[in-house]
């Protein structure tokens, strides 16, 4: 779309909002940053963007006579589909979009894109590593860069300059960087199911659906709603494209069977995602059992199938990562870097190289015997869960949030003989400790901040025993985000008393 003259409104002035503005100035339109929220600063709002004083900032009421001459809407992801505001300039027929199309629209390259319940965040800041490795080495080797477009070409006579992207929910908002981006560039994007409520045109070359579980119902309100949101990252993918799929997931099997063709789509399915047969190349990984054609993991090893040949490609006790969940992160990422034609040698270098990101299951400090882990980016209770099972020792547990509209018992029942207390703060502590109480888990301890619950896990635990930041709820309402909430935790953690 050619944005030069257009009036466009952006909705919301968090982080995407600032960028889709600085965007959208960029290239030519008229943009107006608008909030609901009154109470904001508009000086500090105007300082965010790049016009700063002179950016057009409206907070509180949007004026009629704005609303009568917008050409565009972009919505920020924190913005429901179906606010007030935003079903009333969709029936006054205005084009609605969102922050991630925005930024597919202008930028160029090549695309790979993430979605699923809970991996999201490790898996595209690791595939995020292999590629930019990859690129880089062919600057050590030659002086030059590789190419996104040819990666996998080792023609030393081609000349080499792609950048690799790393975007989206994982931080760095991808309007932030599009215009930037040229032909030969890679963008890896982090795609959360809010973002692929406004996508039009969206499509990336290759595309992960890591897991659903339910999430996020707040918004979504029916699940069918929210797996509908994830199955759309391949609504514009095509024969060309790859889909790298949870065999182990019962709703993403039937829905690769769809897509790849190899299932009759039936003639009621009025999902646009799968209607009309083929779609893509569908490459699933399993933590189960072997597959087809993909990755699956056996007896500690990871092993890739391609086209009935089969290969053994890495020990798990390789990766610097815990857990089953990460082996299923690791398998789509190789997938997802092989569909791009990296070599697997190198693929398996980065792999190996690996660190977990911050606050997923991320080790802090060893205090007085205690090993102490961030996991505050386990905001459902599936991430949770997997946190849980990542543990090797007696476990002292903190949880409670913001209320997602989640339930709690299976995350519950996966605590077994490995969580000795559960610690609850938040919103949802009254909800989680009866689900707890009603499984027969009865060892509960409340308190009022996080300060109060780390000093309370600090009591609790013994010498040999671990401590664990995984609340299975979202960190609104106490703290702006789940960042703030795990790096406080870290905090507290490294200035507790190191000697008894």
């Given at each position: 779309?050619?944005?030069r ?6 909705i919301?002035?968090g ?13 030519g ?12 600063n ?7 963007t ?11 009421d949007?004026?009629?006579a ?6 565009l ?5 924190g913005?429901?589909t179906?606010?007030g505001?935003?079903l ?16 597919y629209s202008v930028?160029?390259?090549?695309l790979?894109?993430i979605?699923?319940t ?5 898996t595209?800041a690791l595939?995020?590593?292999i ?12 002086g ?5 477009k ?28 599009a215009?930037a981006?040229?032909?030969?560039d890679?963008?890896?994007?982090e795609?959360?199911?809010?973002q692929l409520?406004t ?5 990336p070359?290759?595309?992960a ?5 339910p999430?996020?119902?707040n ?7 929210y ?7 391949t609504?514009?993918?095509t ?6 799929l949870?065999y ?10 769809k897509?790849?063709?190899k ?11 799968t209607?009309?047969?083929m ?5 699933f ?8 054609n993909g990755c ?11 086209d009935?040949?089969e290969?053994?490609?890495?020990n798990i ?7 089953m969940?990460?082996?299923?992160n690791?398998?789509a ?5 092989d ?14 190289g690996?660190?977990a ?14 090993d102490?882990y961030?996991d505050?980016k ?8 997997k946190?849980v ?12 949030g913001?209320d997602?509209?989640?339930?709690y018992?299976e995350w ?8 000795k ?8 502590a009254?909800?989680i400790?009866?689900?707890?109480r009603?499984?027969?888990?009865t060892?509960i301890?409340?308190?009022e901040?996080l300060?109060?619950a ?5 009591s609790?635990a013994?010498?040999?025993?671990a401590?664990l ?5 979202a ?11 795990g790096t406080?935790?870290?905090e ?8 008894q």
């Amino acid at each position: 779309m050619d944005y030069r003259g257009k009036n466009a409104l952006i909705i919301g002035a968090g982080i995407s909002g600032v960028a889709a503005y600085d965007l959208l100035l960029r290239a030519g339109a008229n943009p107006i940053l608008y909030d609901s929220n009154s109470t904001l600063n508009i000086t500090d709002v105007r300082n965010k963007t790049c016009e700063k004083e002179k950016a057009n900032v409206i907070l509180g009421d949007l004026p009629v006579a704005i609303k009568n001459s917008l050409d565009l809407v972009v919505l920020s992801p924190g913005v429901p589909t179906d606010t007030g505001l935003a079903l009333e300039l969709r029936a006054r027929g205005l084009y609605i979009t969102g922050e991630i199309e925005l930024a597919y629209s202008v930028a160029k390259g090549r695309l790979i894109a993430i979605t699923g319940t809970n991996g999201k965040t490790t898996t595209t800041a690791l595939v995020g590593k292999i590629v930019a490795d990859y690129l880089y080495s062919f600057k050590e080797n030659s002086g030059q860069h590789a190419d996104g477009k040819e990666i996998g070409d080792t023609n030393p006579n081609k000349k080499h300059h792609g950048t690799t992207y790393v975007v989206g929910n994982i931080g760095i908002p991808y309007t932030s960087v599009a215009l930037a981006t040229n032909e030969e560039d890679i963008t890896v994007a982090e795609i959360s199911s809010f973002q692929l409520e406004t996508i039009h045109d969206f499509h990336p070359n290759v595309s992960a659906i890591l897991n659903i579980t339910p999430d996020h119902l707040n918004r979504h309100h029916t699940m069918e709603n929210y797996i509908q949101a994830k199955e759309d990252i391949t609504l514009n993918q095509t024969a060309a494209d790859t889909c790298v799929l949870n065999y182990e997931d019962e709703v993403l099997r039937a829905f690769g069977l769809k897509i790849s063709g190899k299932k009759t789509v039936e003639e009621n399915d009025d999902n646009p995602a799968t209607a009309g047969g083929m779609k893509c190349r569908v490459r699933f990984f399993s933590s189960a059992q072997k597959v087809e054609n993909g990755c699956y993991y056996k007896d500690e090893y990871i092993y890739i199938v391609r086209d009935g040949a089969e290969e053994k490609l890495m020990n798990i006790h390789d990766m610097n990562l815990l857990g089953m969940h990460n082996v299923e992160n690791v398998m789509a990422a190789i997938l997802m870097a092989d569909a791009m034609h990296i070599p697997m040698e190198k693929i398996l270098e980065s792999v190996k190289g690996f660190k977990a990101v911050e606050h997923r299951i991320e080790f802090v400090e060893n205090v007085r015997g205690v090993d102490y882990y961030n996991d505050s980016k386990g905001t459902n209770p599936d991430a949770a869960i997997k946190a849980v099972l990542a543990m090797n020792r007696p476990t002292v547990l903190i949880g409670g949030g913001y209320d997602k509209e989640s339930t709690y018992d299976e995350w519950i029942e996966s605590f077994g003989t490995k969580v000795k207390a559960l610690v609850l703060l938040g919103q949802t502590a009254d909800k989680i400790e009866a689900c707890a109480r009603s499984h027969g888990f009865t060892n509960i301890y409340r308190v009022e901040s996080l300060e109060e619950a780390v000093e309370k896990c600090a009591s609790l635990a013994e010498d040999g025993d671990a401590v664990l930041l995984s609340p299975a709820c979202a960190s609104w309402g106490m703290f702006p985000n789940y960042e703030v909430r795990g790096t406080m935790f870290k905090e507290l953690v490294r200035n507790l008393p190191k000697i008894q």
